[in-house]
């Protein structure tokens, strides 16, 4: 069974930095993509970052360019988010997905709120 268990979400002033990961089992994830997504209360979801399977390239939603770094380790079945320089409008359900979309987490709270 497929699972993408996501942690590492909470409460952090604005400036301060989180990293969120992302598990997963079931599939082989050292064979796909890997993306970032985000929702806000009220909003729809948007692509926050996405790498490669084999993590070689890299791209952001020009919102996060030079404050978000995606990275995954295959060896483990895991993927992260650092998040830097957090903003009050970062805040949302963070949730990773894999597979173009088949797969998807149950998403992490991220509030950036001092």
């Known amino acids: 069974q497929v699972h993408l268990v996501e942690s590492g979400g909470g409460l952090v002033q604005p400036g301060g930095s989180l990293t969120l990961s992302c598990a997963a089992s079931?599939?082989?994830?050292?064979?796909?993509?890997m993306n970032w997504y985000r929702q806000a209360p009220g909003k729809e979801r948007e692509l926050v970052a996405t790498i490669t399977a084999a993590g070689t390239r890299t791209n952001y939603r020009d919102s996060v360019k030079g404050r978000f770094t995606i990275s995954r380790d295959n060896a483990k079945n895991t993927g992260y988010l650092q998040m830097n320089s957090l903003k009050p409008e970062d805040t949302a359900v963070y949730f990773c997905s894999a597979r173009s979309g088949s797969y998807w987490g149950q998403g992490t709270q991220v509030t950036v709120s001092s």
């Open positions: 079931g599939f082989t994830f050292s064979s796909y993509g």
